[in-house]
Structure formats: C-alpha cells, structure tokens
C-alpha cells in the first residue's frame, strides 16, 4: 500500500487524474466496498458517477486503500500530471557570460542537483513585494532532451475565501507549480510560472546563478507569420500608432488569417496578440487554442496537457521560434533588433520606469543612441513626436531646461531674468498638467510674453515646450551604459565619457572627450595615494563622527593662525586633510572670497590646472539646489564658473547631492567649459582618513578636538566680515 507521503503528491493534480488511477487498477466492485469504507455510506449509482462527487481528499483515501495501485503508479501519475496549469510559456534569448558554454557543459556542470542548489541558494534571500506569492525554491531537475535541462519549481499563492461558516475573510496558501528549461545551444531559457509576477524574480535570479544574461524576446510580427500557418488563425487584435487610423481592432473569423492578409485595411497594423487552432501531436489527434502574446514574448495554450505530451510540442515550437530569434540576433538591422528584444519587459527597465510611457521613452533613446554610435552621426530624431510627451515621461530622470531659439540672433539664445540678471539656467518644471520655467538662482517665475535674450531681442514662443532642453541624470546615463552593454555589446557606451542631451525630441550625441565635465576622484591618478587605500567598514562607521563634527572653516581665523594650523598635526575643519595631499595653502576668509581649498592638479592637458573646491560641512539630508546651503553652493560655483582663474571646481562637502543638482551643476560648466571634480561623503572621507594616517592621529582624539573647538566657537561673538 502507498504512504500517505507518496499519495500526498496526488494533492497537486486534477481530481479527474485521481479518478482515472483508481478506475484503471481498481475493479468497480473493489471501489464500491472502498467508497462505503470512506464516504460511510452506499452508493446504489454506478461508481464512476458516484466518485465524480467525490472531493479530492476522500479521492487520495480510497488511494491509499488500494493495494493495487502502486508508488510506481503514484509517481508516474505525478510526473504526467503535475505542471496542472495551461502551458504559459516566457521565452528569453540566452546569452552566456561564457561564449564557450554548451548544452553538454552545462548540463554536465549542473549534474544531480546542481543547478537546484545553485538557484535556491539565492532564492532563499528573495524578498517579495507581497504576500500574495511568495517561497519560490526549485524542487528537482530533469534532462528532457540532450540539449534541455528542466528544472521545476514550486511555490505558494495566496487563495482569498469566505468562510461560509463564520462569514470572516479566510485565506489559505496554496502550492502551485511551474518549470524552466534552460537551452544555451539553442540560446533559450522559457519560464513556464502560472504567477507573472514571478517570471521577472526567477529569471533575474537565473541571470545571477546560471552567469548569463537574459533577454526578453518580442515575438515579432515577422516570426509569428513565419512560424504558425496563417490558415489556423481564429482571433487577432491589430494596433497601430499611425493617425487617422483606428487604434486597436479585434477580428474574428473562421478563415481569418487569409482575409487579413488580403485585406490592404489592414496593412501596416501590427498585430500584438493573436489565437490560433494547433495541432499538438503529430497524428493530428490532440487539438488546443493557442495564444501568442508578442510583446510579452509569451505563448501559451488553453488546454491542460500531460507532461510528456507539452514538452515534445513545447520543445519543438520554441526551437523554431528562437530559431528565427537566433538569427535576428546575428544579422539582424537594429530597427529588426529593437522589435524583436522586449527590452521594455526587461527587469531593469521595469524596476527603473513605471508605466508604459515612461518605458516605451527609455526604450527610444536607447534606440537612438545605439543608432547615432553605430552610424556616427550625432543627432536623430526620436519618434516620439511631442516634446511635452517626453517631458512627462521622462521628466523623473533628467534635468529639464529651457532655452528657446530665438528670431533675433537666429538661434537659441540664453533669456535674461527680469528679477535677478543672470541668464545660465530657466528651469522648467511640469507638475501634472501645468508648466512653469523658474530662474535657477532667484526661483522667480518667468512670464511666456517676457521673454529678452541676451542681445535684448524681445523672444516670442507658443509654448514652454518650445526650446526645452533635457539633460539625463547619471541613473539615467548608467541605466543607459547596462542596456546597450547587455543588448548591444559591440556598441559600448561609457556613461562618464560620453553625453547626450535631448532638444525638442532630437537626440544629441557627443564622445568628444575634452567636452566631459564630470571627474571622479578615483580617475585622478595624482590622487591615487588617497583613493587607493582600503578602509574598512568599521572605520568607516567610526569615522562617521568626524565627517559630522568637521567645520567649514577653523574657529580662528587670522593670516597667523592659519599659518599656524598649516603646519598643526589636526583636522578640525574640512579644508584641512587637502594640505597632507595637495599644495593648497590655509589662508584667512576676505569679504567676497569663497574659494576654500585651491590647489594645482594634472587635468587633461593642463599640467597645472587650478582647482577650486567650495568646502561645505556636514549634512544629513540629500542636498537639493533649493535649499539654503544648496543655494549658497550654486551661488559659489557659479562665481568659480565665470573665474577664469579656475579651471576644475569642486564640490567639497560632508554630504550627499541630489542627482537633478549634481546635474544642474555640471551643465553650468560645461557651459563656462570647467571640469567638475566631486569630493562628496565617501571622497571627503577617503582625504580625512588619509591625513589621520599622515598626522598618526586616532579618531577619538580628533574627536575631543573637535569638540573642544565646537564650545570654543559658541563662545565667541559672530564676526560679521
Ligand atoms: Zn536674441
Ligand atoms: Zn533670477
Ligand atoms: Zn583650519
Ligand atoms: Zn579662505
């Protein structure tokens, strides 16, 4: 007799599949005596009708009364039965970080359970955004076919009900199934989840584990029409974006796909989902609908199907589907290429972007880039046609400006603030559905029929939307360097050597190198016996109550105590650790100055460019140019930008900025042609901890200074120069 473990497995199957097992191995007099056993009462109908009322856990006891049916039976049963939901399949291109990897290596690689260790090992840690479904882990793995590795899956749904009894809101979890197949010969991996929500967890998870890359495929219109006959057909939907044509339309006909296709209505639609009649094994027999949803990059069928009898149909389908892929991918154009990866379903884009404007943009200037690298030119114009439809959908991750052409001087010129005089950045910002353009400096508002350029010339625009310029913020430029590295690999783009910038909706592209604004303190090899060294995270900690205590500027200031305090062995304030690394020089604070830390550095082809950091202490919140020290350090850097002096500035502060600042920043000097060298917590601490090093201070001693400095100041009358 089975277990009651073994005929557990029969919880997860059909209860028809139960009733099947008992009707092949049982006799009908057996199972008459077995139902009075367990339901405790007779049956006078025939027993094949009695047991259809039968629920599911009486169906697995008159199981394990059953001698006759066996574990072998029961095992077999489950094999067949057990993914018992309709196919659903994901299908991803498979990119391996190894070119050598084959089927044969992996699989021979992730022998027994191998690849099962591997994934749950990261499963375990994932942590789901609700409750609804949730414990995702790999339960076994099993070689289909001497290129495919299957590796099934379980894991718990939530199932809402009433109770009837007590009428409360119940709920249970249920165990649902699904599986994998990973093929790298035929570059594919298909997810096969009931659970959408799971298709991106698992396959980021495989991405990590398997050392791959996974890419959505957009089951184009092209290899829809090549792969599934048109004459099986039933049902279409066809959109298109083209004005004057109607949007979306559903068809459905016997003989639709002959009619669609002769119909020229129809040219020029796409066609996002279709449903076919297929065939599922080869004498014909075995019918089920079949869906393809294209951008989803998802088949599936409406028709339970035992195991066996899915993946020979599954295998042999997506074989020819990815078939098609595969060479879309190695000579493909990139206009075929960008339909055909679902680069909008990837799980980056999706965590970066909600809502599918704000995709569909990203996926545009990612198209847009690509193009202008490949082709070397350095504009292209989007076909996202409405500057404001870009604004709002991108308006999250880049900085918006706006600098219209203007009539008078025949192209588009910097506008004049009526408030406060100066003119670098008009600010234009759109909250739902209204506009404004701000002056960055004085925050006044500027009216559209007041618009003087610098030449004077009165500037006249229909709207706001007219000559905006937007700036991508560094999230933004990095999202855009891991796209085009994971989907174009030969195309390369280095988010801190290149820029783009958008104009109305024209991409501009530069990779001129000398036009870079942004220096990380890493990329300065003259600085390499700071950034160099390692520290430790708990040293990072310990000195987190130095970067707070640290001053602007020393309590004393005179030319002799600052004379004094360069040749001290203390850092009091946040100047300081720059003379153990640089020439810079203390020096006293006059009237207008606001140059804090100066010193000649190796830039470019300036072998001793001047650098003028804006020192500023700490702060725990993100600093936004709106606030009042983000307001003081726009104010300062401005003053550097138009010094010609200066030929790098830096942003020295115990604290964080705001990416929409750190960008409006960087576009100020790129216009005043200065290089921005960023000293913000992490850097700063990185110069603290070197001079601690050089002095052979300790923390706590620091520390006590610090704070005996502090009381020293409080002490003391304001200076007001
Ligand atoms: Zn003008
Ligand atoms: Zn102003
Ligand atoms: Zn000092
Ligand atoms: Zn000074």
Redesign the pocket.
């Known amino acids: 007799m089975p277990s009651d473990n073994k005929s557990s497995k029969l919880l997860h199957v059909q209860n028809g599949v139960i009733r099947k097992l008992l009707y092949t191995h049982v006799t009908d007099e057996d199972l008459k005596n077995r139902y009075r056993l367990v339901m405790e009462r007779e049956t006078k109908k025939d027993i094949k009708e009695a047991l259809q009322r039968v629920e599911k856990a009486k169906l697995i006891e008159i199981i394990n009364k059953s001698p006759e049916i066996t574990e072998e039976h029961i095992e077999l049963c489950f094999e067949e039965n057990r993914y018992n939901n309709r196919p659903n399949f994901r299908l991803f291109h498979l990119q391996s970080l190894d070119p050598q990897t084959t089927s044969a290596s992996f699989i021979q690689a992730h022998k027994e359970d191998k690849a099962i260790k591997k994934l749950n090992q990261r499963l375990r840690d994932v942590s789901y955004s609700n409750d609804n479904v949730t414990s995702l882990i790999a339960v076994d793995q099993t070689i289909i076919d001497p290129q495919t590795l299957e590796i099934a899956f379980k894991y718990n749904e939530k199932y809402n009900f009433i109770d009837p009894e007590t009428e409360q809101n119940e709920f249970i979890y249920e165990l649902k199934y699904g599986f994998m197949w990973i093929n790298f010969d035929q570059r594919y991996v298909n997810i096969n989840l009931p659970s959408d929500l799971l298709v991106g967890t698992l396959s980021s998870v495989a991405e990590e584990t398997l050392a791959c890359l996974l890419i959505p495929v957009n089951i184009t219109k092209s290899i829809v029409e090549r792969v599934f006959p048109k004459d099986s057909m039933k049902r279409t939907t066809l959109s298109t974006a083209t004005s004057g044509k109607i949007e979306k339309i559903t068809l459905a006909d016997k003989e639709l796909g002959n009619k669609v296709s002769q119909n020229p209505e129809y040219e020029g639609y796409d066609s996002p989902s279709s449903v076919y009649q297929e065939a599922i094994n080869e004498d014909g027999e075995l019918y089920s609908t079949l869906g393809v949803n294209s951008e989803k990059g998802k088949i599936y069928l409406t028709r339970q199907l035992k195991a066996s009898d899915m993946r020979r149909w599954g295998l042999w389908r997506i074989g020819q589907i990815m078939s098609h892929m595969n060479s879309i991918h190695t000579n493909g154009d990139i206009d075929e290429k960008f339909d055909a990866f679902g680069i909008a379903e990837d799980s980056e884009v999706k965590t970066f972007a909600y809502g599918q404007d704000e995709k569909k943009a990203i996926v545009e200037l990612m198209k847009a880039l690509v193009i202008c690298k490949k082709q070397g030119i350095e504009s292209y114009r989007l076909l996202i046609e409405k500057p404001e439809k870009l604004v709002a959908a991108l308006k999250k991750h880049m900085n918006l400006r706006f600098r219209p052409y203007?009539?008078?001087?025949q192209e588009h010129?910097d506008l004049v603030c009526p408030s406060c005089g100066k003119f670098e950045i008009m600010v234009l910002s759109r909250k739902g559905q209204s506009t404004t353009v701000k002056c960055g400096f004085c925050s006044e508002d500027i009216e559209l029929d007041q618009l003087t350029?610098?030449?004077?010339?009165k500037?006249r625009v229909n709207s706001w939307y007219d000559g905006v310029l937007m700036y991508p913020n560094t999230a933004l430029t990095s999202l855009m360097q891991r796209m085009i590295k994971k989907y174009f690999p030969e195309v390369d783009f280095m988010a801190e050597e290149e820029q783009f910038h958008l104009s109305n909706n024209v991409l501009h592209y530069s990779a001129n190198k000398s036009s870079r604004v942004m220096y990380r303190v890493e990329e300065i090899p003259e600085l390499e016996k700071v950034w160099g060294r390692r520290i430790s995270n708990q040293r990072r900690e310990d000195l987190q109550e130095v970067m707070e205590l640290l001053k602007e500027k020393c309590s004393k200031q005179s030319s002799d105590a600052c004379k004094a305090c360069q040749k001290e062995h203390s850092i009091r304030c946040v100047m300081k650790p720059f003379i153990t690394f640089t020439n810079h020089h203390l020096h006293p604070h006059h009237g207008q100055e606001y140059g804090d830390i100066s010193f000649n550095m190796k830039m470019l082809n300036m072998d001793d460019a001047v650098f003028v950091g804006i020192a500023k202490s700490y702060e725990k919140k993100e600093i936004t140019s709106a606030s009042d020290k983000g307001r003081e350090m726009l104010e300062q850097f401005y003053g550097k930008c138009t010094d010609t002096m200066t030929h790098v500035i830096g942003i020295v502060v115990a604290g964080h900025l705001e990416q929409g600042f750190t960008a409006k920043l960087q576009d100020l000097a790129r216009r005043y042609n200065k290089k921005v060298v960023m000293w913000t917590y992490n850097e700063l601490l990185m110069a603290v901890d070197y001079a601690i090093h050089k002095y052979g201070l300790s923390i706590e001693n620091i520390i006590i200074d610090l704070k005996a400095d502090g009381s020293k100041r409080r002490g003391r009358p304001k200076n007001v120069s």
């Open positions: 203007c009539d008078g001087c010129a350029c610098l030449m004077s010339h500037v």
